[in-house]
Structure formats: C-alpha cells, structure tokens
C-alpha cells in the first residue's frame, strides 16, 4: 500500500499542475516545467514569463521575450522552429507567437483560442497546426491567419504528427480517441473507438502505416493509420504521458510509474524494460546511438539500445522536459533550482549552465 501511495503521490501533484492550465481566469506564472527546443547555435526556453534564447556556446543570454517580465504572458509549450526561420511559441495566455529566432522581436500573434497552450505546434508545409486545450485544432497561415480549425471532445494536451502520404494530421486528445484530419480542409477521415484513457503525447508514425501511441489506461497501443482500428496493445505499469521514439522496429518510452521500456513495434513484445528513479512524463529523446531521457527526480540517464544505462546526472531539480541534443551537446531543462538549461556532453560531461538574471 506504501508502495502504491509512492507513486500516486508525484501523479497527482503533475495532475494538478496542468489540469490547473485546462480552467478559465486570467494567465499566472507557470507552475509546470520548461518547453525546450534548440538548433545549431541556440538554446529555446519557453518558462514562466520569458521565452530564453541561450547560447550553446558558452551559455549566455542572447535574448528573451518579452524582454520586461508580464504577468499577463506565460509560457510552457517548447517552441518550434519552422523551416521559414520563424520560432513558434504558444503562451498561457491563449496566444500563439511568431517570432524572430535572432533577436526575439514579434512578427505575429494568433489569439482566436480560447484556453492556453500546452502541446507544442507542428509546421506541415505551409500549414501550422497548433493543439490548443480549448479542445480546438487551429490550423493557420505562416502569416497566422486562421485557415480552419478542429474541435475535439475534450482538450487537447500533445503535438499533432503529420503523413504527407494521404495529406493528413493524427491527433490525440483527452477524449480517449486519436483522430486522422485533413490538413487541406480540417475535416475529419476517421476517429479511434474509445481507447480507455486520455492521450496527451504525440503519436509515433512508422513507414509501415502504423500509429504508436500511449494513454492514461496504462497501455501503449498500434493504431492502423488507414482506418483507425487497433492492431495491438500491451499494457504498461504506469500511465503513459510522453509519446514513444521508434527507431529501427523498436518503441522506445516510459510511463508515471517509472518505467522506461522497449517494445517491438510488430507486436508489442518487450524488448526489455528497466526502473530508474522516478515518474518519466516525456518522451525520450535518440542521438548518437543512445537513448536519453528524464525523470521526475531531476535524473537525467542515456542507455544504449539494450537497456543498460551508460551514464545518469542528477541535475538537483526536477526534469519533465524531453532532452534535446544539439551537435555534441545533450540539454536538459529542470525546475526547482536556479539554473534553468544544462549542457552536457555525449558523454555525460557538464558543459555549462544557464542561470537567468533577475
């Protein structure tokens, strides 16, 4: 019984935090983590009230938006950079931004949603397609025009995935179902039956036609991407929070009771499956033959593909962020302490460290 209120207890704290970001009322400072993304010169750090700019070569501050701090504007949602050179960030504030990677200033800003943004968008072609937890899918312009928009039942928390083969979207939602929508018209091609549990992380897409995706019914399932309909699934300890990777016909994810697994996408077989520290509440991230990923301790590990652990780092925070590599950096993004963004070598080795200024 001990055991079981152990593992409840950091669920419903992680519960609390972003169902608290599902109501109504004017924005507040984020309670939840980091968003992070990175290219070849530059760290992305969506948190609080600021979006970060970090140099990865030593760490300094390039910029930050808004460059005042305004307890009207927070962020949670990890930015994404569109091949047009446009850095895309939505904000607790019900708003989408567009803005220059190089100096931070605010090319656009999309404000048709109704509640706050906690998946990050997708950019497919000329289309952005960002989840909003006002349970609504707005696709827009590279300019922010709306161009139509898809409401599901309930809200929606992951990152759409694209298949450029039927010009189509998936989409998960806390409705239990996964959706397939046209990106052309926002209308809907299929939904899943009831899969058991809320989906908030983004699917996995195989060149096999096939969908991978978690729930909240402690289950990883494949999903027909023709149809809808369920190859197989196979159950898991804990919830599945953070999409899986695959990679070479092998699943790669974890779930809130700790667990971090490999499964055979063919059929769902354990591959292998360990135990680190804590809930994993994102999905991991695979780079240079490893694969790293953070737990809620504040850990964050690299294992090889057979599951032995090859390095871990305590980071004295907590990490709900995926890792994101960049050259031969590896960058981790806690809450809880002072420093915002770690660096650390391939080989586990910190580089530096980010501390933000008052």
């Known amino acids: 019984m001990n055991r079981k209120l152990t593992q409840l207890f950091p669920l419903l704290i992680l519960l609390s935090i972003l169902l608290s970001a599902c109501t109504g009322g004017a924005a507040t400072t984020a309670s939840s983590w980091p968003g992070l993304a990175a290219d070849q010169d530059t760290a992305y750090v969506a948190y609080n009230q600021h979006v970060h700019a970090i140099s990865l070569a030593n760490g300094s ?3 930050r938006f808004p460059a ?3 307890n009207q504007t927070t962020f949670y949602a990890s930015p994404v950079l569109s091949p047009d050179g446009q850095l895309l960030v939505g904000g607790y504030n019900n708003i989408l931004y567009s803005l220059n990677p190089q100096n931070g200033t605010e090319n656009w800003s999309f404000k048709n949603a109704k509640n706050r943004y906690i998946g990050s968008p997708l950019v497919a072609g000329d289309t952005i397609l960002a989840p909003n937890a006002d349970a609504n899918l ?3 312009d590279m300019k922010g025009n709306l161009r139509w928009s898809f409401k599901t039942e309930d809200a929606q928390w992951a990152t759409p995935v694209a ?3 039927c010009d189509c979207v998936y989409l998960s939602s806390m409705d239990h179902s996964l ?3 046209s990106i052309q018209t926002g209308l809907q091609k ?3 039956d009831d899969l058991g549990g809320s989906l ?3 699917p996995a897409y195989g060149t096999d036609n096939t969908l991978y995706v978690g729930t909240f019914a402690k289950e990883l399932l494949a999903i027909d991407a023709a149809n809808g309909q369920i190859i197989w699934r196979t159950p898991t300890t804990g919830w599945v929070w953070g999409g899986p990777i695959l990679s070479e016909g092998k699943l790669y994810f974890g779930d809130l009771s700790g667990a971090f697994y490999s499964l055979d996408a063919s059929d769902g077989e354990v591959v292998w499956k360990i135990q680190p520290d ?4 994102e999905s991991p991230l695979l780079a240079e033959e490893s694969i790293y990923f953070s737990s809620q301790a504040g850990t964050l590990y690299a294992v090889d593909l057979s599951g032995n652990i090859r390095w871990s780092k305590p980071t004295g925070g907590k990490l709900n962020t995926t890792p994101v590599s960049s050259g031969e950096l590896i960058l981790a993004a806690p809450t809880g302490i002072d420093e915002l963004l770690f660096a650390f070598s391939l080989n586990g080795d910190q580089k530096w460290a980010y501390i933000p200024q008052k």
């Open 163 to 165: 298949d450029p083969d």
């Open 190 to 192: 299929w939904k899943t």
């Open 179 to 181: 959706y397939s929508i």
């Open 138 to 140: 707005y696709a827009v």
């Open 61 to 63: 501050e390039k910029w």
């Open 278 to 281: 804590g809930p994993i509440s």
């Open 200 to 202: 908030v992380g983004k």
């Open 68 to 70: 005042e701090s305004n």
